[in-house]
């Protein structure tokens, strides 16, 4: 699992970046999922997680392997006893073997445990992989939504200014009152604060985009890229199938309820017997330094000794522990079927809204072009009346507010058009391929 994830991330990095970053350093959607995929602290968690479950996947962490140990003592008597002082002292050494030769084949039970377990860490990865790049998606489309109000707003406040300018210049000639002049006015500060309101917001969007993909909040980030969207069509009944067989949470789930059912298994051998294998050689030294009553010069009385022992252990009673720990361990796995279970329908149920909303989304996005456009034609001619006294000064306003708003639902519509897009991706397991 690990060699797949590393290259699925393989190959979105180094596709990527030949197709990403513009020759102004511009960051494009793809040069920032990226970063991300390189850089988000959650990944980079989640990575060493996968690590660590491939360094615990191993045959000795499963008790597959027998332990070998080296043992050393030294031990030493003093006798003081009628003036006679007496001294005795051995120097052991050895080795010691122990290995369980069967224990109902709980080791190969854990063994596949613990290969379940590195597949889940891989699932889990895969899966922050694909919730990752759709909110970088999301948060690079936020910020252009944010970067596109804001110009807006511009446009907007520059009318107001040259209104006011306009209506300024109208009073010193005698064509105009100061009080049209003084709402002309409360129109411009209005725009001008809602304008400067707006280069919070963008700044906020992206700094989330920058927490993202791990950049520091001193480090430049430009983007490329304007909102739009071209919608395709989708097939539901291929989306359906989509969800069985490549959504990740769904497949996480059933690693889950793998490592339910070995649980079970694992809980039912332990009404096996254990077979156990215990096995040592050694070696007694008596030195003569150590023995004062000894005649033998140099290292004496020295032998070697060896034993093999076998043990063989059966459960006879323990209090009904067993059999209750293996129906707990049903009850856990009918638990985990009824969450897979919940799962799929709940899922299924948010590809049917996604869908419904798609399509009306869709269709929102075409009626919003068609309706900003005539909003800008209008204030267009507006501005032309306006200035022809054919129109007073509410009238204008009135316009270019309905303008605003007209073109800022327009580009609404299509950052939840994207939205909707995106989910409907990653929830039939897609959303790798969509944005490589």
Do not use: C
């Not at 002309?184 to 309101?197: G, I, P, S």
């Not at 096996?272 to 005649?295: C, I, Q, R, T, V």
């Amino acid at each position: 699992m690990k060699q797949i994830i590393t290259y699925l991330i393989f190959t979105v990095v180094s596709i990527w970046p030949v197709m990403g970053q513009n020759d102004d350093g511009n960051y494009s959607l793809d040069q920032l999922i990226v970063e991300a995929l390189e850089n988000n602290y959650d990944i980079r968690i989640s990575e060493a997680d996968l690590e660590i479950a491939e360094l615990n996947n191993t045959l000795g962490n499963a008790g597959m392997f027998p332990t070998l140990s080296w043992e050393s003592s030294l031990s030493n008597n003093f006798n003081d006893r009628y003036d006679n002082d007496n001294q005795t002292g051995s120097l052991q050494n050895g080795v010691r073997l122990n290995w369980m030769l069967f224990n109902g084949f709980s080791a190969h039970i854990r063994k596949d445990r613990l290969e379940t377990m590195e597949e889940l860490s891989g699932g889990n990865l895969a899966l922050l992989v694909e919730n990752t790049i759709q909110a970088v998606v999301m948060a690079y489309y936020r910020a252009l939504f944010a970067e596109e109000q804001l110009t807006l707003l511009q446009e907007v406040m520059q009318l107001s200014e040259d209104r006011l300018q306009y209506m300024e210049d109208r009073v010193d000639l005698g064509a105009a009152t100061s009080y049209e002049a003084l709402q002309a006015r409360t129109a411009y500060l209005t725009d001008k604060t809602a304008y400067l309101e707006q280069e919070v917001n963008v700044l906020s969007t992206l700094r989330e985009l920058k927490y993202l993909i791990g950049k520091d909040e001193g480090e430049a980030l430009e983007l490329s890229g304007k909102l739009s969207f071209e919608a395709r069509d989708y097939n539901l009944d291929e989306l359906l199938s989509k969800i069985e067989s490549s959504n990740q949470s769904i497949q996480n789930q059933y690693m889950n309820l793998a490592l339910l059912e070995q649980q079970r298994v694992l809980q039912q051998r332990s009404r096996f017997p254990s077979l156990n294998a215990n096995a040592g050689a050694g070696h007694n030294m008596m030195p003569e330094s150590l023995n004062s009553a000894s005649d033998a010069p140099g290292f004496s009385d020295g032998y070697f000794s060896y034993f093999v022992n076998f043990s063989l252990s059966f459960t006879l009673f323990d209090g009904d522990r067993i059999n209750r720990n293996v129906q707990i361990a049903r009850m856990e796995e009918a638990i985990g079927q009824t969450n897979l279970e919940e799962m799929k329908h709940r899922l299924k149920n948010q590809l049917f809204n996604l869908f419904d909303q798609y399509r009306v989304r869709r269709e929102l996005v075409e009626v919003g072009r068609e309706n900003r456009e005539t909003a800008r034609v209008n204030m267009q001619l507006s501005e032309e009346k306006f200035r022809a006294g054919a129109i007073n000064s509410f009238n204008y306003r009135d316009v270019q507010l309905s303008y605003l708003q007209t073109s800022i639902n327009y580009y609404r519509s299509v950052l939840n058009l994207i939205d909707t897009h995106t989910s409907l991706v990653r929830i039939t397991g897609g959303i790798v391929e969509e944005y490589e």
